[in-house]
């Protein structure tokens, strides 16, 4: 009787977090169409906007006591003057006098948005005001300060002691969707419907944590009574916000694991034999324990679905290639797929080199496969003859009919992005899947993107590898920088000399390259040197790269499209033009193209004198570690965690109060706490869990996530 109860009251909030923000009290067709445009939709929506900053009266600064140039600071005061002034080029500024309680007096000034900022202040008004205070001819003033209307005579949800500020765009504010109205449609909403708002964590995931209440923290997430109660709030909704993402892995990884997989047996003759007799080098830790995983992977009955995650030359190769000896050793086929046809051919190279003796049959499938090649190869895949077939997934994926595929192995799978992963998941023969990716991320990225997912780690590199010095030079000393490409290339050597390609300016960069490698061709006359960029046909790239490859050209010059696995052992030198212009992930990526030899290697960083702190920041790290995984933490710190993977579609979710980089204690709390949960009642049917499960269901929904696609 009480669940039931418990089930009908939840609907009902349920059906109140699903309204239309239309038809809130304050809140008309207009409005709502200009909040739904920041992707405000919805009641739930807009009481889960976070605001952006909070104003404590007891921070609050008195003019008299600014000092130029100091943090930003927060003031209250009395707009006693505005007026619009006009500045050069017929550019108009929006000008205000204001005074505090003390009577001091400072000038805020606007240079954009002067239109709508001089109607939406008067003088009269009383402004809170952030922003970091200078000195201007004689006056202390603040330039394009936030601010926001604190009427004392207004209601007392802006004259509290810590009062919140909403994100603010244009159009928002020209709606007048101010903070202010914000604070009193959110303070309205929760007053009338407070009530409808339940507490959707069962008792057993808050108790352990002293999660506050969900109702209490709904509210004082946006009136708080004390800083006490602010941080509860936040550490309440950061931890649900988790806990409900990782729950739909938890979900997402229940259902995968009921997928039966084929058994495959711990070894057999191939795989002893490439052992003992193929092997060049002797496995290293990581690389067993990788094998060890997939082994009991293979061992378990259901489908494997584990990602390999290794730096840049530690060798995945190899664990494929053993892994695909597993189940070819039982009878079966493997397949490995790559992004880009460069790829694929190197992989069908090293892996030919590798399985060639034992008499497994490999084969290549790309784009430019000739057809009649390609027949006899879909043949013999379909008739079960080729054991191991490498290709771009493109092709892979277009109804290739395998005789028995039990292992799919996708090489740089970040590239692929969720959504193909999952149609790859969803494909008919249900192989086992190796992922495999050589971009390090922080773990709190992986937990999130690859959460659902088995992942082996590999942080060990093969030894006898020869350093990368990285050294960052100016201008200045090109001569010397060439002086060690002819040192190098004497030695018989190669080297890479990279440009950037920003999107924006593709033109100009182009132009970089182009002429970077005529000036490089009169440097270097007695050498043949390549040039390889993103606007030349497929085939003159490839013919350009196997020129580089097979060492009949010393220097390769090309914008960022050097392939993340292109491996030249030869090649022991990098310069990196305008390298303050690259991520560092990215710089870190492209070092990984040298070093993969015998010999010492040596990348250098051509930067400008101007620099931000930022790409300072960035080289220095280049210089200091090469290790990705430590790179890919500092780089994650530098840019937060939304940009770490840059303009890419990440398939990373957005989250609206937790931030992966300063929550991964909450992270690892939550993530615990959910796959315990659904490890207990992975249909969510207990009683006590039906309250969260119809949260939950919003939750995904409003989120644009479906559980497939994760995965
Ligand atoms: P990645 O992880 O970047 O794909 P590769 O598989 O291309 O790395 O391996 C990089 C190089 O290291 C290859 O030349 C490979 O032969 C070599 N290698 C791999 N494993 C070992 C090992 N255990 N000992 C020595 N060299 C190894
Ligand atoms: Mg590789």
């Given at each position: 009787?009480?669940?039931?109860?418990?089930?009908v009251?939840?609907?009902?909030?349920v059906?109140?977090?699903?309204?239309?923000?239309?038809?809130?009290?304050?809140?008309?067709?207009?409005?709502?169409?200009?909040?739904?445009?920041?992707?405000?939709?919805?009641?739930?929506?807009?009481?889960?906007?976070?605001?952006?900053?909070?104003?404590?009266?007891?921070?609050?600064?008195?003019?008299?006591?600014?000092?130029?140039?100091?943090?930003?600071?927060?003031?209250?005061?009395?707009v006693?003057?505005?007026?619009?002034?006009?500045?050069?080029?017929?550019?108009?500024?929006?000008?205000?006098?204001?005074?505090?309680?003390?009577?001091?007096?400072?000038?805020?000034?606007?240079?954009?948005?002067?239109?709508?900022?001089?109607?939406?202040?008067?003088?009269?008004?009383?402004?809170?005001?952030?922003?970091?205070?200078?000195?201007?001819?004689?006056?202390?003033?603040?330039?394009?300060?936030?601010?926001?209307?604190?009427?004392?005579?207004?209601?007392?949800?802006?004259?509290?002691?810590?009062?919140?500020?909403?994100?603010?765009?244009?159009?928002?504010?020209?709606?007048?969707?101010?903070?202010?109205?914000?604070?009193?449609?959110?303070?309205?909403?929760?007053?009338?419907?407070?009530?409808?708002?339940?507490?959707?964590?069962?008792?057993?995931?808050?108790?352990?944590?002293?999660?506050?209440?969900?109702?209490?923290a709904?509210?004082a997430?946006?009136?708080?009574?004390?800083?006490?109660?602010?941080?509860?709030?936040?550490?309440?909704?950061?931890?649900?916000?988790?806990?409900?993402?990782?729950?739909?892995?938890?979900?997402?990884?229940?259902?995968?694991?009921?997928?039966?997989?084929?058994?495959?047996?711990?070894?057999?003759?191939?795989?002893?034999?490439?052992?003992?007799?193929?092997?060049?080098?002797?496995?290293?830790?990581?690389?067993?324990?990788?094998?060890?995983?997939?082994?009991?992977?293979?061992?378990?009955?259901?489908?494997?679905?584990?990602?390999?995650?290794?730096?840049?030359?530690?060798g995945?190769?190899?664990?494929?290639?053993?892994?695909?000896?597993?189940?070819?050793?039982?009878?079966?086929?493997?397949?490995?797929?790559?992004?880009?046809e460069?790829?694929?051919?190197?992989?069908?190279?090293?892996?030919?080199?590798?399985?060639?003796?034992?008499?497994?049959?490999?084969?290549?499938?790309?784009?430019?496969?000739?057809?009649?090649?390609?027949?006899?190869?879909l043949?013999?895949?379909?008739?079960?003859?080729?054991?191991?077939?490498?290709?771009t997934?493109?092709?892979?994926?277009?109804?290739?009919?395998?005789?028995?595929?039990?292992?799919?192995?996708?090489?740089?799978?970040?590239?692929?992005?969720?959504?193909?992963?999952?149609?790859?998941?969803?494909?008919?023969?249900?192989?086992?899947?190796?992922?495999?990716?050589?971009?390090?991320?922080?773990?709190?990225?992986?937990?999130?993107?690859?959460?659902?997912?088995?992942?082996?780690?590999?942080?060990?590199?093969?030894?006898?590898?020869?350093?990368?010095?990285?050294?960052?030079?100016?201008?200045?000393?090109?001569?010397?920088?060439?002086?060690?490409?002819?040192?190098?290339?004497?030695?018989?050597?190669?080297?890479?000399?990279?440009?950037?390609?920003?999107?924006?300016?593709?033109?100009?960069?182009?132009?970089?390259?182009?002429?970077?490698h005529?000036?490089?061709?009169?440097?270097?006359?007695?050498?043949?040197?390549?040039?390889?960029?993103?606007?030349?046909?497929?085939?003159?790239?490839?013919?350009?790269?196997?020129?580089?490859?097979s060492?009949?050209?010393?220097?390769?010059?090309?914008?960022?499209?050097?392939?993340?696995?292109?491996?030249?052992?030869?090649?022991?030198?990098?310069?990196?033009?305008?390298?303050?212009?690259?991520g560092?992930?990215?710089?870190?990526?492209?070092?990984?193209?040298?070093?993969?030899?015998?010999?010492?290697?040596?990348?250098?960083?051509?930067?400008?004198?101007?620099?931000s702190?930022?790409?300072?920041?960035?080289?220095?790290?280049?210089?200091?570690?090469?290790?990705?995984?430590?790179?890919?933490?500092?780089?994650?710190?530098?840019?937060?965690?939304?940009d770490?993977?840059?303009?890419?579609?990440?398939?990373?979710?957005?989250?609206?109060?937790?931030?992966?980089?300063?929550?991964?204690?909450?992270?690892?709390?939550?993530?615990?706490?959910?796959?315990a949960?659904?490890?207990?009642?992975?249909?969510?049917?207990?009683?006590?869990?039906?309250?969260?499960?119809?949260?939950?269901?919003?939750?995904?929904?409003?989120?644009?996530?479906?559980?497939?696609?994760?995965?």
């Amino acid at each position: 009787m009480e669940a039931l109860a418990a089930v009908v009251y939840s609907d009902m909030a349920v059906d109140f977090l699903k309204q239309p923000v239309q038809f809130i009290k304050g809140v008309g067709p207009n409005r709502a169409k200009i909040l739904s445009d920041s992707g405000i939709r919805t009641v739930g929506d807009l009481l889960a906007m976070v605001p952006r900053r909070y104003l404590d009266r007891s921070s609050v600064s008195r003019i008299q006591d600014l000092r130029s140039g100091s943090e930003p600071v927060t003031v209250m005061a009395t707009v006693i003057a505005t007026g619009t002034v006009p500045g050069r080029r017929g550019r108009k500024r929006f000008e205000i006098v204001i005074e505090d309680e003390p009577g001091r007096r400072m000038k805020a000034v606007w240079f954009q948005g002067v239109a709508w900022i001089s109607k939406v202040i008067e003088t009269g008004h009383r402004l809170a005001l952030h922003g970091k205070p200078s000195r201007y001819g004689g006056m202390m003033s603040f330039s394009h300060p936030d601010f926001d209307r604190v009427d004392e005579q207004g209601p007392s949800i802006d004259t509290g002691r810590i009062i919140a500020l909403y994100p603010g765009s244009s159009a928002l504010q020209k709606a007048g969707l101010t903070s202010r109205t914000f604070r009193k449609i959110i303070y309205d909403l929760i007053k009338d419907h407070g009530e409808e708002l339940w507490e959707n964590l069962p008792e057993s995931v808050r108790a352990p944590e002293g999660l506050m209440d969900g109702r209490v923290a709904r509210r004082a997430i946006h009136f708080p009574r004390s800083q006490d109660e602010l941080r509860g709030a936040r550490y309440r909704l950061k931890y649900e916000e988790l806990f409900f993402f990782q729950m739909l892995l938890a979900l997402s990884r229940v259902r995968k694991e009921r997928i039966p997989g084929m058994v495959i047996a711990s070894s057999g003759p191939l795989e002893t034999r490439f052992r003992d007799e193929v092997l060049p080098f002797t496995l290293t830790g990581a690389q067993d324990n990788a094998l060890a995983d997939i082994s009991a992977d293979f061992a378990s009955g259901k489908q494997m679905n584990r990602l390999l995650q290794g730096d840049v030359g530690s060798g995945k190769t190899v664990v494929a290639a053993i892994a695909a000896l597993k189940v070819i050793d039982a009878g079966h086929q493997a397949a490995v797929m790559a992004p880009t046809e460069i790829l694929c051919e190197q992989h069908y190279r090293s892996l030919g080199r590798l399985l060639a003796p034992l008499g497994v049959r490999v084969g290549l499938l790309t784009g430019s496969t000739p057809a009649a090649e390609r027949r006899e190869l879909l043949a013999a895949v379909a008739d079960g003859s080729c054991q191991l077939l490498v290709g771009t997934h493109a092709v892979i994926q277009d109804g290739v009919d395998f005789h028995r595929l039990a292992l799919a192995v996708i090489d740089e799978q970040h590239r692929f992005g969720v959504l193909q992963r999952a149609i790859l998941f969803e494909k008919g023969d249900r192989p086992h899947m190796l992922l495999m990716t050589a971009t390090p991320i922080p773990r709190s990225l992986a937990l999130t993107l690859y959460g659902d997912l088995h992942v082996s780690v590999m942080r060990e590199r093969p030894p006898g590898r020869q350093p990368i010095t990285t050294r960052m030079v100016r201008e200045k000393e090109r001569e010397r920088v060439y002086d060690l490409m002819r040192d190098e290339i004497r030695q018989g050597r190669q080297c890479y000399v990279v440009y950037p390609l920003v999107e924006e300016s593709e033109k100009l960069d182009l132009r970089d390259a182009v002429s970077g490698h005529e000036a490089l061709s009169a440097e270097f006359p007695d050498v043949q040197v390549e040039l390889v960029h993103g606007r030349m046909k497929a085939a003159e790239k490839e013919e350009a790269m196997g020129r580089f490859v097979s060492g009949e050209s010393a220097i390769l010059v090309s914008t960022t499209v050097i392939e993340v696995g292109v491996d030249v052992p030869a090649a022991t030198f990098m310069l990196i033009e305008h390298a303050e212009r690259f991520g560092l992930s990215q710089l870190h990526q492209l070092r990984g193209r040298i070093g993969r030899g015998q010999h010492a290697s040596t990348c250098i960083l051509m930067a400008e004198y101007r620099q931000s702190e930022e790409s300072r920041r960035r080289l220095q790290a280049m210089e200091e570690t090469d290790d990705g995984f430590t790179i890919s933490e500092i780089d994650m710190e530098l840019r937060g965690a939304g940009d770490f993977f840059g303009t890419q579609q990440s398939g990373l979710p957005a989250f609206r109060i937790a931030d992966l980089m300063q929550d991964q204690a909450i992270l690892d709390r939550a993530r615990d706490a959910a796959f315990a949960l659904i490890k207990q009642d992975p249909a969510l049917s207990a009683s006590e869990n039906q309250a969260m499960k119809l949260w939950f269901e919003t939750f995904v929904r409003s989120r644009g996530m479906r559980l497939s696609r994760i995965g």
